[in-house]
């Protein structure tokens, strides 16, 4: 057995629950590719077809949503050993929700369509930890929609984040014109560049032309929780 790949599956979220002999006969019918990008590569693209899961293994990788009106683009860094859009593989609209650019060197390993269905058919764990993963995903989305876009405008600004992020912590870049985020935040231009740079100068955003950076979402969320 290549006990490096055994190692490696153990560590992803779908494969978690199996014994040693399911990983053996796994490992011999599978096909599994490892891919590496250089940073500023793109892995894949918004609207490209999902046709393969994709688990990131090593690197940083930023995940980059444009809006539908094309007036916003909001970013993300993800973290090591996390699956890519494992909800667009399936359903009407198979396609990538997301850009992925490598921000650093990055390792990637796939698993054709395929296979990832041969596994949920014939490996219970892999199937019960396919639906976790799925229902996760919903409940979450779920909650982000029934959230209020109430409160002062500081609150509304973190909840806009906060509603457009696959996970609550972690570096978020939002690249939009002032007017367009004071629209979104239904408040005053004058207003949402006041809120900005009152956060600017307490470190927990920084503000650049039609860019808006995040270093650290829980750090954000945590002040506003306090005040």
């Known amino acids: 057995m290549d006990f490096t790949m055994y190692d490696t599956l153990l560590q992803l979220p779908l494969f978690q629950g199996l014994g040693k002999n399911d990983i053996t006969e796994i490992l011999a019918k599978v096909k599994f590719h490892f ?3 250089s940073a500023g590569e793109y892995l894949f ?22 809006a539908m009106n094309h007036t916003y683009r ?51 764990p892999c199937a019960f930890n396919f639906s976790n993963i799925i229902c996760t ?25 906060m509603q457009r992020s696959s996970r609550p912590t972690g570096l978020k870049v939002v690249h939009i014109k002032m007017e367009d985020l004071a629209t979104l935040l239904n408040d005053r231009r004058i207003n949402v560049s006041r809120m900005l740079n009152a956060l600017q100068d307490l470190g927990l955003v920084s503000l650049r032309r039609k860019e808006i950076e995040v270093p650290a979402l829980e750090k954000l969320v945590a002040y506003h929780a306090s005040r």
């Open 35 to 37: 891919k590496k990008y």
């Open 45 to 66: 693209r918004q609207g490209d077809v999902c046709s393969e899961l994709a688990f990131l293994m090593n690197g940083t990788l930023m995940a980059e949503t444009v």
């Open 74 to 124: 909001f970013c993300e860094a993800l973290p090591v050993a996390g699956v890519l859009e494992l909800y667009s593989l399936f359903g009407i609209r198979p396609y990538y929700q997301a850009s992925y650019r490598a921000m650093t060197e990055v390792g990637v390993l796939t698993i054709e369509k395929q296979y990832l269905a041969e596994l949920l058919a014939n490996y219970m």
């Open 137 to 161: 995903r919903s409940q979450y989305l779920y909650q982000r929609i029934w959230s209020d876009m109430a409160g002062d405008i500081c609150t509304r600004f973190v909840q806009f984040l």
